[in-house]
């Protein structure tokens, strides 16, 4: 394919001052391996990059669902869900995600990406104001802006600013406030008990993103919110209410692909009618919802409390990285475990190093995050020992030192 000139010398350009600021992207193949292992230039590694944070992407029963829904269907949707993309996989992966939220209705989408853009930007308009927290993921960003809506930013540490803000702008027609429930970059947890709050003392409305949550917390896995249908520390109509919807995906605790929108049948159906990442783009494969319906079931069946097993193992890993003077953030139970570096250059190199010791470890550098705040992101999954974390603990000492370069 022939690139025009002025294209390929502006593409020369631009990958060259990245590559100077130390933040250009390289691809690389990996192969994914059984009990949180993958294959990278024909070298088997510890993967803690990936969010299969219960292990179901290569759990059994998980990858036979699968196969048996090809088998029976196929492998593509062949059309957008209005179309001709409803199957009964996808019918089933419904049900079992009502189940698991325990909502009457919900919707599917393509990724978790399409079902937060296309999800806020149906529902909310011009004539509304959005507040979005600052750490939210593009997709959140993305969803309110293409809403037209009034763009506001707020910081969950800061909600006093936040509530000025409600109050001074109460002559809008509807007030939303969009947040993620666990922060992927900072692995902390929103404070959703004085957003709930706020939204019923000046009538606004919640959009919540249980991306890492959902297969994380909760009594059965379902996500932050469901901790308040356990314990009653707001009265459950009161919820319902303040959050009516509530976004996750599938690719990451539950092993698959895809994202979701669970709430009210009207919600759902206005979704299936405007949401143009779903109207639009071809359904959630086949296989994909199978699998996906299996991890749920799987997490609702679980014996072996896997969810308590990953938190209590990410805990116990954190304060050991404290003990070792790692500068690590997030919430102490979180499987995300991000260790600032700092500088772009050493977060590579540190991350280049850990390779070479038989660790894959994400390096996270801006834009993904903010300037000054480059990092490791550890990842960890259920499937991991506690002599596994060991083992990584003592090559982060050793890339810290430089003493794993060879």
Not at 82 to 91: A, C, T, Y
Not at 138 to 164: H, M, P, Q, T, W
Not at 240 to 256: H, N, Y
Not at 285 to 311: F, G, H, V, W, Y
Request: glycine share 6%.
């Amino acid at each position: 394919m022939n690139t025009p000139s002025f294209l390929q010398n502006e593409a020369i350009r631009n990958l060259q001052l990245l590559e100077e600021a130390n933040l250009r992207r390289q691809q690389r193949l990996v192969t994914p391996l059984s009990n949180g292992r993958c294959l990278v230039n024909g070298r088997e590694l510890y993967d803690f990059s990936s969010n299969d944070y219960l292990g179901f992407s290569q759990h059994p029963e998980v990858i036979s669902a699968a196969v048996r829904a090809i088998q029976e269907y196929g492998v593509g949707s062949r059309a957008s869900m209005l179309v001709s993309g409803w199957s009964p996989v996808h019918q089933l992966l419904k049900e079992r995600i009502c189940e698991l939220e325990q909502t009457e209705s919900a919707l599917l989408f393509s990724s978790g990406y399409a079902a937060c853009q296309g999800s806020i930007s149906a529902i909310i308009d011009e004539n509304d104001i959005v507040f979005c927290e600052r750490n939210n993921h593009a997709c959140l960003v993305d969803g309110c802006r293409l809403s037209n809506a009034k763009f506001r930013v707020y910081r969950s540490e800061r909600l006093e600013i936040l509530e000025r803000e409600l109050m001074k702008n109460a002559s809008f027609p509807k007030r939303w406030i969009v947040t993620e429930t666990v922060f992927g970059m900072d692995a902390t947890i929103a404070p959703m008990d004085e957003l709930i709050e706020l939204a019923e003392k000046y009538d606004a409305y919640i959009i919540c993103d249980e991306a890492h949550a959902s297969g994380v917390y909760g009594s059965r896995g379902a996500g932050i919110i469901s901790r308040f249908y356990d314990d009653f520390t707001i009265p459950p109509d009161i919820v319902e209410r303040r959050v009516p919807i509530r976004i996750g995906t599938l690719s990451k605790a539950f092993g698959s692909q895809g994202g979701f929108v669970a709430g009210s049948p009207e919600l759902i159906e206005l979704l299936w009618n405007r949401a143009k990442t779903a109207m639009f783009s071809t359904a959630l494969s086949i296989p994909a919802c199978a699998a996906a319906a299996r991890a749920i079931q799987l997490l609702m069946e679980d014996t072996k409390n896997l969810p308590e097993k990953l938190r209590n193992r990410a805990a116990l890993f954190r304060s050991h990285l404290m003990e070792d003077k790692f500068y690590v953030f997030g919430e102490p139970d979180n499987p995300i475990i991000p260790v600032l570096v700092e500088d772009p250059k050493l977060v590579i190199k540190m991350a280049d190093d850990l390779k070479r010791a038989g660790f894959l470890v994400a390096a996270i550098r801006p834009p993904t995050v903010p300037r000054g705040t480059s990092r490791l992101r550890i990842s960890l999954n259920a499937n991991f020992s506690i002599d596994d974390l060991e083992l990584l603990r003592t090559a982060m000492n050793k890339a810290r030192d430089g003493k794993n370069a060879k």
